[in-house]
């Protein structure tokens, strides 16, 4: 696929895939946990696999728990 992430992220639901770092975007119905590391730091484990990936800080607010 030739096709430039951020053009790929405009045609996905914002709803279902989330874009956690500049070049990671992940299905928010696979994420199993999301830990944070330090204070400016968190990672995301993924149902059905072994990697964490990081949320880069630009994307973190998709992490925080709404009043």
């Not at 204070?39 to 484990?45: F, N, Q, T, Y």
């Amino acid at each position: 696929m030739r096709t430039a992430l951020k053009d790929l992220i405009e045609m996905l639901d914002p709803e279902i895939f989330w874009q956690i770092h500049r070049g990671t975007v992940v299905n928010a119905h696979a994420i199993e946990s999301a830990e944070r590391i330090d204070i400016e730091r968190l990672e995301v484990s993924l149902k059905n696999c072994t990697e964490r990936l990081t949320v880069s800080r630009s994307f973190g607010y998709l992490f925080r728990e709404s009043n």
